[in-house]
């Protein structure tokens, strides 16, 4: 009769009655004892020592335990029979765990020279397999929960994630691969199970398994978008690796596209034609001696000679030159957006000419189109709106200012629109300075979209901020109307700067601007000091384009 442990506490006194009965119950000749497995006797060693691996299955205080998303598995010492029958029934073993995922198993032979080795029992199974779930996975302190046919196998708990030497779940795949077909077997004979690398590789990376980082998922999805070999390519996988980046980032995605893949509309290439070659033909002599001088040879930077061909229509000279080489293709019209830096040669086809002399001033008359998406503007014409409010092609900015009429329409709106900028700053500063705010706030309310927000930009704001008080003050006292603050601004600009040209040691105007910059240093230290900073500094990077443009021609930078 089974001893039910005297002395022991209730659950200990249960658990071990559990374990006695079923130990009587069990037909087979497993070890009783919940311990560890003695390791398998075969001379080919299972893949040990990295991650958490636990050898043996041994959990804290000596106890049998396993609790692993993955484990590899060896059961030794088996009966000779058919490979392929006894590895297939191992690997369903594993397959019907619970929370199986996938499995692979193999058999190998022991090495007849090694100690023990029994010729009735010379075969032995690894197998590999992971669990589905990822917070439970294989969770047991049953020490026969893979015994199998009356066998014990070694455990070896493997981690998935990557270790110093690797990652321990992929080694041990590569493992079960190690000795298959040496001795002319198929691999049916000697393995079962769906695991493959591909499902092991989605486990370890993108499946339920071990997730990655955001930095390795942007590493690898970008690169492989950024590898699309076209533009539809580049869209299909940004929309399977990515989708959600294409709702919000859509417009940058599709500048990056059409920039990246975007085809050499201007490139054409050579067109092979057969023309009728006319009795009189020293003409086409001396075309052909042109294209061999100034076409290939002369490489960049080297002047080259143009070919006029006239002749009358349908007589092949447009067919003639597109015939000898890439080329880019202009007809009736000058358009910049046409032409190619590769192509060998530019025809520029039924041009007008001039007093018999061709002229490309007067051809960029017709349609000129100096600036593609991704091109700098170089000349720009205002459109405006005749008396019938229809738009047409206004004159230049110098016609605008010589017209006393039109420049004091354009005066006066934009001084409207100025006030009224102003009014709406004026408002805004008021309301946050009610409400105590920092100067990155201010700046981060008032600057406009996309503007690189700086110190110096800091500090003029702060130099505003501070007059605001002063300015209540001066209306409160009937000495300032409201809608007087940006004059009121400016008179004390003024005023420091008369002061500072005043000073003594302001010998100079680098000394000057030294001293200005210095003062509104002070002022936005004050302003630092008096609401401290509780807001982020804002945007950060490079300034934009419209940005550096306007600074430079106004000199901001040049002081504070």
């Not at 490139?267 to 070659?277: C, H, Q, T």
Request: proline fraction near 6%; glycine fraction near 8%; aromatic fraction near 8%.
């Amino acid at each position: 009769m089974p001893s039910f442990g005297i002395g022991l506490s209730g659950a200990a006194r249960i658990r071990a009655a559990r374990e006695a009965a079923q130990r009587q119950a069990s037909p087979s000749p497993a070890p009783s004892e919940v311990s560890a497995a003695p390791e398998p006797s075969s001379s080919r060693h299972t893949p040990m020592g990295r991650g958490s691996e636990e050898p043996t299955g041994t959990g804290p205080n000596g106890r049998f335990r396993v609790q692993s998303r993955a484990a590899f598995l060896t059961w030794s010492k088996l009966a000779e029979e058919p490979t392929s029958g006894l590895v297939a029934r191992y690997e369903a073993f594993c397959r019907n765990r619970p929370n199986h995922w996938a499995t692979l198993a193999v058999v190998e032979r022991h090495d007849p020279e090694e100690p023990n080795f029994d010729p009735d029992r010379p075969l032995h199974v690894h197998a590999l397999t992971i669990s589905h779930e990822r917070k439970g996975g294989w969770n047991t302190q049953n020490a026969r929960f893979w015994d199998f046919e009356g066998n014990h196998p070694n455990i070896l708990q493997k981690d998935l994630r990557d270790g110093p030497g690797g990652n321990p779940a992929r080694d041990a795949f590569h493992y079960l691969w190690k000795h298959v077909g040496e001795g002319g077997e198929e691999v049916e004979e000697l393995m079962a199970g769906e695991l493959t690398l591909e499902q092991l590789e989605e486990i370890l990376t993108k499946g339920r398994g071990g997730k990655r980082s955001r930095q390795e998922a942007e590493l690898e999805d970008g690169e492989e978008i950024v590898g699309s070999a076209t533009k539809e390519e580049f869209y299909q996988a940004y929309k399977r690796l990515r989708p959600l980046d294409m709702t919000k980032s859509w417009n940058s995605i599709r500048a990056y596209a059409e920039y990246t893949y975007k085809a050499d509309a201007g490139l054409l290439p050579a067109i092979p034609v057969e023309l009728e070659v006319p009795e009189y033909r020293d003409h086409v002599e001396q075309a052909d001696k042109w294209f061999a001088e100034e076409v290939r040879p002369k490489g960049p930077g080297m002047r080259h000679r143009i070919l006029v061909i006239e002749g009358e229509t349908g007589t092949g000279k447009t067919a003639y030159a597109r015939s000898k080489g890439k080329h880019s293709r202009m007809c009736n019209v000058w358009n910049v957006a046409a032409l190619s830096e590769d192509a060998d040669i530019w025809i520029l086809d039924d041009m007008v000419s001039t007093n018999g002399k061709y002229s490309l001033k007067a051809l960029s008359q017709y349609e000129a189109d100096f600036a593609g998406r991704y091109q700098r503007v170089k000349t720009m014409k205002p459109l405006l709106k005749d008396n019938k409010g229809e738009r047409r092609q206004g004159p230049d900015t110098q016609q605008i200012i010589d017209d006393s009429s039109q420049w004091t329409e354009f005066a006066s709106t934009v001084k409207t629109k100025l006030t009224q900028l102003r009014s709406s700053y004026k408002n805004i500063l008021t309301r946050l300075a009610a409400e105590g705010a920092d100067i990155n706030r201010i700046t981060n309310k008032l600057a406009p979209k996309q503007m690189i927000i700086t110190d110096e930009h800091c500090a003029r704001w702060a130099f505003i901020a501070k007059c605001l008080p002063m300015f209540d003050a001066e209306c409160e006292a009937k000495k300032k109307d409201s809608n007087e603050f940006w004059p009121y601004v400016e008179e004390q600009l003024a005023a420091i700067k008369k002061e500072i040209a005043s000073h003594p040691n302001a010998t100079s105007p680098t000394i000057r601007k030294q001293l200005m910059t210095s003062m509104f240093v002070m002022i936005l230290a004050e302003h630092r000091a008096q609401f401290p900073t509780q807001t982020g500094a804002g945007r950060l990077g490079e300034r934009p384009a419209w940005q550096e443009t306007l600074e430079t021609e106004m000199e901001l930078g040049a002081a504070v």
